[in-house]
Structures are given as C-alpha cells and as structure tokens.
Nanobody
Framework: QVQLVESGGGLVQPGGSLRLSCTASGITLSAYTMHWYRQGPEQGRELIANIFSDGHTNYADSVKGRFTISRDDAKNAMYLQMNNLEAEDTAVYFC?????????WGQGAQVTVSS
C-alpha cells in the first residue's frame, strides 16, 4: 500500500520550533519531487516548500528563512524543520507528491502556535 504519514505536530509558543516528519511506504521518496503544504483555518491549501529528487529546494516567501525542508533517503523520510514560529503558521500540514499522475497526500499534522 502506497501511503504518506505525517508526524511531529503539536502546540508550540510563538518563537518556538517544531520538526514535522513524513514517512513513506510503497514509494521511494528520493525518486519524486516532494512537497509540504499547509491549510490554515478557513484558508485554502498553500504550498510552502518542496524538494526535488536532486535535493534542490524551494520555499514560499511566507516561510523562507524560517523553515527547512530535507530528506533522509536511508529512512525514506522527509522533514520540515520549522523555527521562529508565528501564530500565522497555525495550520494542518500535509506532505504530498504526485504518484502515477495522482496527488498522494498524508493525513495531515496539526501545528498550533499560541501562547
């Protein structure tokens, strides 16, 4: 079964850090362009970072300089290190790729930034 599973979400104070993980089964992450999206309350889904199979990365302006996407090929996992978190970062975070021409999504991880 091909699936993505996010973990590592939670409640953090403004200025704090969290690391999200995306683990895969049935698919080798390094062969695909992988994405992190987020969806805030009453908002659409926003692409915030991606990592290409060659390791090149891109970030949305809203997270550039604060978030880092990475991949561990030995663990078949992808990560999102989030630093200096702000209330506006509160959202459900999803990992994603296109597999056999269809979007493959994890179940999402809730991140809440609040004092």
């Amino acid at each position: 079964q091909v699936q993505l599973v996010e973990s590592g979400g939670g409640l953090v104070q403004p200025g704090g850090s969290l690391r999200l993980s995306c683990t895969a089964s049935g698919i080798t992450l390094s062969a695909y362009t992988m994405h992190w999206y987020r969806q805030g309350p009453e908002q659409g889904r926003e692409l915030i970072a991606n990592i290409f199979s060659d390791g090149h990365t891109n970030y949305a302006d809203s997270v550039k300089g604060r978030f880092t996407i990475s991949r561990d090929d030995a663990k078949n996992a992808m990560y999102l290190q989030m630093n200096n978190l702000e209330a506006e970062d509160t959202a459900v975070y999803f990992c994603n790729t296109v597999y056999k021409f269809k979007d493959l999504w994890g179940q999402g991880a809730q991140v809440t930034v609040s004092s």
